[in-house]
């Protein structure tokens, strides 16, 4: 069963449509509704696309790292959101704690009200 917090495997599409790759992502919400679709968002292991003031990286010495299931430091890129049927998830490799998870929610609350500018390319 699918929970807010989890992370799981997921073909991550890139913003062109084109094939994505598989990946770990983290289970930010349950959609309202009759199906079984979640927000989430991508994590990756090359921290230098790391967005200050929103990504949020999970370092391997941290305490609560060990439950992620993730093999590397990771960044959880929470500006690459994508929802998703839970039918094409790829099953569960972990969870991060409720403190993280809810400060990862509160960044991304922030960026979509506008009350976080964050820089952009070309912009």
């Known amino acids: ?8 495997l997921f073909t991550f599409p890139q913003t062109d ?3 994505g790759k ?14 079984n679709d979640w927000l989430i968002c991508m ?15 999970i370092h391997e010495t941290d305490p609560d790292f060990p439950p992620t299931g ?9 500006t ?12 569960i490799i972990g969870r991060v ?3 993280r998870l809810n400060s990862i929610r509160s960044r991304l609350a922030q960026w979509i009200s506008g009350a976080l500018t964050l820089q952009t390319k070309g912009h």
């Open 1 to 8: 069963m699918i929970q807010d917090g989890q992370i799981v």
């Open 17 to 19: 449509q084109a094939a």
């Open 22 to 35: 598989f990946r770990p992502a983290l289970i930010l919400r349950s959609l309202p509704g009759p199906h």
């Open 43 to 57: 994590i990756s292991t090359k921290l230098h696309q790391q967005v200050a003031e929103i990504d949020e990286v």
């Open 70 to 78: 993730l093999k590397l430091t990771s960044l959880v890129r929470v």
């Open 80 to 91: 690459r959101i994508a929802v998703v049927s839970a039918g094409i998830l790829h099953g």
């Open 97 to 99: 704690t409720d403190h």
